[in-house]
């Protein structure tokens, strides 16, 4: 599998943004895929999973902002940011880990997967 992000911007705060992660040689029900956002002077952090059986989970602080979904051809992956906070800016990544590395419908380790090359979103106060 290769992905590839997309969709970066600059956005006001509590406007909204919609990823893309171009995904090929993707099968659907062997990944779990998971966007992540790295901060300036943060630690790489998960957003939200799409798990091989289509369901989706989210971290607290985003759940109902944010929503993960899958185009008809399965081979393109979308992250609809809205509300969005200038807290929120940073690179923002997709990666695909094969499903015997993930539980709970995200991945074990984040060195398991296979990593897009990032998209920038910034949040503007």
């Known amino acids: 599998v290769q992905v590839a992000d997309s969709g970066g911007d600059s956005v006001q705060a509590g406007g909204s943004l919609r990823l893309s992660c171009t995904a090929s040689?993707?099968?659907?029900?062997?990944?779990?895929v998971s966007w992540w956002r790295k901060g300036s002077g943060k630690e790489r952090e998960r957003v939200g999973s799409?798990?091989?059986?289509?369901?989706?989970n989210y971290v607290d602080a985003v759940k109902g902002r944010f929503s993960i979904s899958r185009d008809n051809d399965k081979s393109i992956l979308h992250l609809q940011m809205n509300d969005l906070k200038p807290e929120e800016t940073g690179m923002y990544y997709c990666?695909?880990?094969?499903?015997?590395?993930?539980?709970?419908?995200?991945?074990?380790?984040?060195?398991?997967?296979?990593w897009g090359q990032g998209t920038q979103g910034t949040v503007a106060i």
């Open positions: 990666d695909a880990t094969y499903r015997q590395y993930c539980r709970g419908g995200y991945p074990l380790d984040s060195d398991f997967g296979v």
């Open positions: 040689r993707y099968r659907p029900d062997m990944y779990c």
């Open positions: 799409l798990d091989s059986t289509g369901a989706t």
